[in-house]
């Protein structure tokens, strides 16, 4: 195994955009190497759908870089969801920590051109219900806001993803070790340079 301070030289940045960012989302600069984190919520991983779902990644010349499953205790996801109560009140944040500590996690690093945004474009928008069939939301999920505040449900929308370039450096280090990180040559690279 390579870790991620072994092999830097190793690693050719493809020249092109592999995953292009709709108009007008302007969430980080989409032109260069990034690392972003993605969760595969418990609903993803009780369905069975998280092979699917690392496959869309993939197949957008997305590279995993680090992985591993949790069961989520307390303490991570109060370091994970640090702010999440103060933006949104204790009502949302018990809802939250009690679905993402009702059963594993899978934890992924994924590494690419533009990675955060292309991420969130493949993923879609928060809410199931809103998110446009070829996402992974709109496609595995169909959750409402409305019906999940009506049933006092957390949204079951199947994956995080980081908002923004700053966001996915902070939720990478809660997360994952630097030891835990790896750069490797993907076969992919040759055709995204």
């Known amino acids: 195994m390579i870790n991620d301070g072994d092999v830097k030289s190793a690693y050719q940045a493809p020249a092109a955009r592999v995953c292009p960012v709709e108009e007008g989302l302007s969430m980080t600069d989409d032109s260069a190497i990034q690392r972003t984190l993605v969760l595969l919520k418990p609903d993803a991983v009780a369905r069975g759908l998280t092979g699917r779902v690392l496959a869309r990644f993939e197949d957008a010349m997305l590279k995993l870089v680090a992985a591993k499953m949790v069961w989520m205790d ?15 009140g204790a009502d949302v944040y018990n809802l939250m920590a009690h679905f993402m500590q009702s059963g594993p996690v899978i934890a992924l690093v994924l590494e690419g051109v533009g990675a955060v945004p292309c991420v969130r474009k493949l993923v879609g928008p928060t809410y199931p219900d809103q998110a446009p069939p070829g996402t992974i939301r709109g496609d595995f999920a169909h959750v409402s806001r409305a019906y999940a505040n009506a049933n006092g449900l957390p949204v079951a929308n199947l994956v995080h993803a980081s908002g923004n370039a700053e966001e996915a450096e902070h939720e990478i280090g809660v997360w994952f070790t630097k030891a835990e990180l790896f750069d490797y040559p993907s076969a992919a690279q040759q055709f995204a340079s």
Do not use: N
């Open 74 to 88: 307390a303490e991570l996801t109060r370091r994970h969801y640090f702010d999440l109560e103060e933006r949104f």
